[in-house]
């Protein structure tokens, strides 16, 4: 059974920053495009940034130039840091993977969410 654990969520000042985690467990499986969402309170989830497995990257106009996404394949990780934090970038992150298990088909998983909380 495959799972997405999130990690690094938190509270941080206005243009502070936080480095978020998510790591695929499991075994016998492969992953494509990794990436972060985020839903804030009242708001629809949006994606915010997105990694192929060959390391390219894509990012929303409200995080780009402030957050970078990575990964560590051997490690089946994802990160984002997140760096001259806003306000307006309190929300709950999720993050998402496309895995297919060895024999199985594709799918999207989902991390539970870690809350981000950016005061003034």
């Known amino acids: 059974q495959v799972q997405l654990v999130e990690s690094g969520g938190g509270l941080a000042q206005s243009g502070g920053s936080l480095r978020l985690s998510c790591a695929a467990s499991g075994s016998n499986f492969s992953i494509g495009t990794m990436g972060w969402y985020r839903q804030a309170p009242g708001k629809e989830r949006e994606s915010i940034a997105a990694?192929?497995?060959?390391?390219?990257?894509n990012y929303a106009d409200s995080v780009k130039g402030r957050f970078t996404i990575s990964r560590d394949n051997a490690k089946n990780t994802v990160y984002l840091q997140m760096n001259s934090l806003k306000p307006e970038d309190t929300a709950v992150y999720y993050c998402?993977?496309?895995?297919?298990?060895?024999?199985?088909?594709?799918?999207?998983?989902w991390g539970q969410g870690t809350q981000v909380t950016v005061s003034s």
């Open positions: 990694i192929t497995g060959g390391a390219r990257s």
């Open positions: 998402n993977a496309d895995i297919v298990p060895t024999g199985g088909t594709f799918r999207k998983y």
